[in-house]
Each structure stands twice: as structure tokens, then as C-alpha cells.
């Protein structure tokens, strides 16, 4: 197969390009990393970095997740395009995908290794803060219509979409409503949308497995080092 994919299903950001190639019928194959290893191919193929996702297009390696999702993009032209047309559009959505890595997310992890409560309520009140933000942004980039993109799942629908099963677990383990449909009605709306879409529902973790993986995570780091 000329396409594959490295990758763990709990990654939102292995799901990234997991979803542009279904967005663009492309068909590839996954292979799953095996946690707290890294497979000889994934370290060839990602040696300066040697993190997952990594993709493989004729045996060339693309990595970072939003750097393959461009490539899917412009290689693969006949399925939907994922950045708008317009440069001024692209660069806005190329913005947002910017502050969702670097700002919102962190603080959406930080929910989950916070050890006070002082320190989990400032946590708390930085995502819905940022929610609020994206809500403003969601309203300026859909253009009135159901996704970020417009009429069609894009490149910020998959840099956001790609975090909503890690915030539901968020929410079921801190009894938090951050995604709340008063608040952030627009965004609610997008999100049930998004996650409803058949190529992202088939690549969306389901969140009671979130929800374990995580706690298999945290068992891990409080074991003493060996």
C-alpha cells in the first residue's frame, strides 16, 4: 500500500490526518505504535523529533500532524479542500490552529494534572475562557454555516474536532461542563456536528476508553523509576 499511517488510537493528533484522509477517500494503512516504545520505522522515519504521527506516502515520511494534513491537502485534490481558497481565510484558520495548540489544549491537559483545587479551578477558568474565543472565532470562520470550514469539515474543524474526545473526558472525570451549549451554543452545536460525521466517528475514540487510557497513563507516571 502506497499510503500509511504511524500512529496510537488515543492520539487526537494522530486522528488529524486519520481524518483528512477520510475526508479525501484516500486509503492507507494504520500501524499502531505500542505505548512507551518506538518502533524502528517510526525512529527512521521521524529522527529528529521521533513522535507519532508520522506519515508514509510511497515510503517518504511526512510528520507533524498539521504539516501532513497540508500535504494531504495538496496532494490528494479531488476530494474537499481542507484550507479555505481565499489567502486571507487561510491564514486566520492557520492562526486559530495556532492558539489551540499552544493555548487552549495545554490548559485543557492541565485539568487532568492539576493536584489543588486552586490550581484546577485556574485551569478550569483558562479553557472556558479560550472557548469563549473560539465560539467568537467559529462565528467569524463558518460564515454562518455548520463547520469552520463552511459547508465542509476543513483544517480547523480537524485541529479542534481532533481534541473533542479528551474534553468529554475531561468533563465526565471533573464533573465540569466545559463545553456548555448556554454559553458556547454555536461551538456545542459544531462539535455534536463534527463528531457525528461518519469520517470522524469512525476514527473518534469512544470516551469511556479515553477515560481508562488516561488513568493506565497517570498509574504510570506515579510508578517509582526502575
Known amino acids: ?5 504511524l500512529g496510537v488510537w488515543a ?7 486519520r481524518i483528512a484522509l477520510n475526508l479525501k477517500s484516500v486509503d492507507y494503512e494504520f500501524l499502531e505504535e505500542t505505548l512507551g516504545t518506538k518502533s524502528e520505522l517510526l525512529l527512521k522515519s521521524s529522527p529528529v523529533y521521533k513522535k507519532i504521527p508520522v506519515l508514509l506516502h510511497d515510503d517518504k515520511p511526512i510528520c507533524e500532524s498539521m504539516i501532513i494534513v497540508q500535504y494531504i491537502d495538496e496532494v490528494w485534490t479531488e476530494g474537499p479542500l481542507l484550507l479555505p ?18 493555548k487552549w489544549f495545554p490548559s485543557l491537559t492541565r485539568i487532568f494534572k492539576a493536584h489543588t483545587n486552586e490550581a484546577k479551578a485556574e485551569t478550569i477558568g483558562q479553557v472556558l475562557e479560550g472557548m469563549k474565543l ?3 472565532a467559529f ?7 455548520e ?3 463552511g459547508e465542509t469539515i476543513g483544517y480547523l474543524d480537524i485541529t479542534l474536532g481532533c481534541y473533542m ?11 465540569l461542563n466545559l463545553l456548555d451549549k448556554e454559553k458556547t451554543p454555536k461551538l456545542a452545536a459544531w462539535a ?5 460525521n461518519e469520517v470522524v466517528k469512525e476514527v473518534m475514540p469512544e470516551t469511556e476508553k479515553l477515560i481508562e487510557y488516561d488513568k493506565m497513563l497517570l498509574a504510570k507516571l506515579a510508578q517509582p523509576p526502575q
Not at 492520539?11 to 490526518?17: C, G, K, L, N
Open 1 to 5: 500500500m502506497a499510503v500509511k499511517l
Open 165 to 175: 474526545g479528551w474534553l468529554r473526558a475531561a468533563e465526565i472525570m471533573g464533573g
Open 147 to 149: 463547520f469552520f470550514n
Open 85 to 102: 481558497t481565499d489567502p486571507y481565510d487561510r491564514a486566520i484558520a492557520r492562526f486559530w490552529a495556532v492558539y489551540i495548540d499552544d
Open 139 to 145: 462565528e467569524k470562520c463558518s460564515k454562518g454555516k
Open 192 to 196: 455534536d456536528k463534527l463528531c457525528s
Open 134 to 136: 473560539l465560539e467568537e
Open 11 to 17: 492520539s487526537p493528533f494522530v486522528m488529524r490526518p
